[in-house]
């Protein structure tokens, strides 16, 4: 299920309805955001009635100033109207095909700093309310950074604080993105332009955890200043590639470890031959000593369980002990598991928390998406997106500079030459959470 955002500035501009039904061809959107629409009322119903969807929910503009809608198609997602403003429609999403349902806050922050105060304390006052999934998505009209500003002013600090705390109380996460890194422009020349990433999508950690694979997308920008920004909740499937082998911190505390270590260096052999021969025992000792981690506590949960509920009517010393056996043996698999994910969102635990593992999971989730290349600019600027040809193209790149022109035994590095395809890893490619 895919969701799409964008900031017309005005539905009544001419191409406004054509555009629309472009992007819904394209990306196939359940849900439409549309903000600054400058229009209210029974005008913005008769423009919506226009529009490929069969559910809408509008605000009312401030003069000619403002207009939010939210927009849907009733077959795949039942919406659920819970309160607006001026600047916020929030509703329930129910989606069809898996039964899911969560939180949608869509927003048009005001320009004004004053009433986008009323803003951050609406949404602050609405997180205390609920313990759902949630989504909050719109044009906030303020970067968070400094790396969400290009040109004109820096970013104001209080300003982006207060928008931060904001976020922070609502236990919000930012999925990154892909595509051009800023999401409006003031279109003016080089010397006055000025850029910002305003246009957002954020989510808290239950609604990452259904859906742990959403990628968020500046779409091309036309027909506005903005750009469209386009959430999938369950993306095209990617071709999945072998796992590199990665030691596990956990592994440690087992006793037998040291014996597949000395193991893999007890005959003598060359360097990448021990390490090759450590990470293929090592492997299989994972497996057949710790097996999954995750159903192993689950098994664990369910063994204490039903000892518990025999436990509460025949006690006994036998089942007392065998119960702290399985606490102890759980208390062993929880701290195995706060490792791995420890170590693998690469934080700092000791600042984050304590055992906090729905913390790591999610920063692991949005860490790993942050570092996917989902598309790169080939030697003539043009962008690939598909990922067997970007795989492709990486590999051919590589080809190219490690290639010798010459018929000679001695390797040499040729110097990469102007406009000549190669690998170029840049921050709009792809951009995490900063």
């Known amino acids: 299920m895919n969701l799409v955002v964008w900031n017309c500035r005005g539905a009544l501009k001419p191409n406004f309805q054509d555009y629309v039904h472009d992007l819904v061809r394209q990306h196939d959107p359940a849900i439409f955001v ?36 939210l927009l849907w198609n009733s077959d795949r997602v ?54 759902m999934p949630w989504v909050i ?41 892909s595509g051009p890194r800023f ?37 091309t920008r036309s027909h506005s200043d903005h750009c469209p920004v386009l959430l999938e909740t369950m993306p095209q499937r990617r071709i999945h590639l072998d796992r590199p082998f990665k030691f596990q911190r956990y592994w440690l505390s087992d006793l037998s470890f040291p014996k597949v270590v000395s193991q893999a260096w007890r005959q003598p052999t060359q360097l990448h031959e021990a390490i090759q021969t450590f990470a293929t025992n090592a492997t299989i000792w994972n497996r057949n000593q710790f097996g999954n981690i995750f159903s192993k506590k689950n098994r664990i949960r369910a063994r204490l369980n039903g000892l518990q509920r025999i436990i509460a009517i025949r006690p006994s010393s036998y089942l007392l002990e065998l ?41 692991t989730l949005v860490r790993r998406n942050r570092n996917r290349i989902t598309a790169i600019k080939n030697s003539v600027g043009e962008w690939i997106m598909n990922e067997a040809e970007v795989m492709d193209f990486i590999r051919r790149g590589f080809c190219d500079i490690y290639s010798s022109s010459h018929n000679t035994s001695k390797w040499s590095a040729r110097p990469i030459q102007s406009g000549q395809a190669c690998l170029n890893m840049r921050k709009e490619i792809v951009y995490g959470p900063g």
């Open 34 to 69: 549309v903000t600054e629409t400058h229009v209210g009322g029974a005008r913005a119903r008769d423009i919506t009635d226009k529009l490929p969807f069969d559910g809408a929910i509008h605000t009312e503009t401030i003069g000619r100033a403002g207009g939010l809608w």
């Open 323 to 363: 119960e702290r056996n399985l606490n102890q043996e759980l208390e062993e698999i929880l701290n195995q598991e706060h490792d791995l994910w420890a170590l693998k969102s690469r934080l700092n635990w000791m600042v984050q928390g304590d055992r906090n593992t729905a913390f790591y999971h999610v920063s």
């Open 78 to 131: 039942d919406v659920s109207f819970l309160a607006n403003s001026e600047q916020e429609i929030h509703s329930t999403v129910k989606v069809r095909s898996s039964n899911f349902s969560w939180m949608l806050s869509a927003v048009y922050a005001s320009p004004r700093r004053v009433e986008r105060s009323i803003l951050w304390n609406n949404l602050s006052n609405i997180a205390d309310l609920h313990k």
């Open 137 to 177: 998505t719109g044009d906030f009209n303020e970067p968070l950074t400094g790396a969400d500003k290009f040109g004109g002013r820096a970013v104001s600090v209080n300003r982006a604080l207060a928008f931060k705390d904001c976020l922070d109380k609502c236990n919000m996460v930012d999925l990154g993105f």
């Open 183 to 219: 999401t409006w422009t003031n279109g003016r020349e080089i010397q006055d332009l000025i850029q910002e990433r305003i246009d957002r999508f954020f989510v808290n950690p239950d609604w990452y955890r259904i859906y742990p694979e959403a990628r968020v997308t500046h779409l």
